[in-house]
T-cell receptor
């Protein structure tokens, strides 16, 4: 039973446009959500996180939105750059950053120059 | 950000041998580290939670006798794949927490 879902396995976006990556979760006990970027044969790199008490968190070109009632979050990247091309994993944990993290299946983003 | 290293980055071994992978937090102490495994084109699957000074907590379906975890100090956790078989070939990644989880670069294991 997949607790964190990313229904789009891939996404292509033109450079300069907005990239929107979506994520849904089923476990209402999740209290802390993270997005990671990963290149092949490398470990994931932390991008941005959000706790359940917030509905938005912004860091530069990256913004994460959380809709707790819908159990849905999204990552917005604007403007998208070719260097953003990677696999993006949505992840969730129980309440603090010290809890185990459950990953979604990932979305492969391609930013076309 | 915090740095987590893994050693080795690549390992090729014969079936039946044991392989040890080290995970180190380089500039911070981590009482808890996590071990993940990623098969090609799949997500990262949590294998176990490594706790300094105590036994690891394994996820359902992960054999604790096959994947031995030792968290001997606040900066080092090791994963030993015992009697490795070709189906154990995978990308193993560890993480350690300092405000958020930071991941190591991963270890590619190929069992022939």
């Amino acid at each position: 039973d997949q607790q964190v879902k990313q229904n789009s396995p891939s996404l292509s976006v033109q450079e300069g446009r907005i990239s929107i990556l979506n994520c849904d979760y089923t476990n209402s006990m999740f209290d802390y959500f993270l997005w990671y970027k990963k290149y092949p044969a490398e470990g994931p790199t932390f991008l941005i996180s959000i706790s359940s008490i917030k509905d938005k968190n912004e860091d530069g070109r990256f913004t994460v939105f959380l809709n707790k009632s819908a159990k849905h979050l999204s990552l917005h990247i604007v403007p998208s750059q070719p260097g953003d091309s990677a696999v993006y994993f949505c992840a969730a944990s129980g309440g603090t950053s010290y809890d185990k993290v459950i990953f979604g299946p990932g979305t492969s983003l391609s930013v076309i120059p | 950000g915090a740095v987590v290293s893994q050693h080795p980055s690549w390992v090729i071994c014969k079936s039946g041998t044991s392989v040890k992978i080290e995970c180190r937090s380089l500039d911070f102490q981590a009482t808890t580290m996590f071990w993940y495994r990623q098969f090609p084109k799949q997500s990262l699957m949590l294998m176990a939670t490594s706790n300094e000074g105590s036994k690891a907590t394994y996820e359902q379906g992960v054999e604790k006798d096959k994947f031995l975890i030792n968290h001997a100090s606040l900066t080092l956790s090791t994963l030993t794949v015992t009697s490795a078989h070709p189906e154990d070939s995978s990308f193993y990644i560890c993480s350690a927490t300092q405000e958020t989880q930071y991941f190591g670069p991963g270890t590619r294991l190929l069992v022939l």
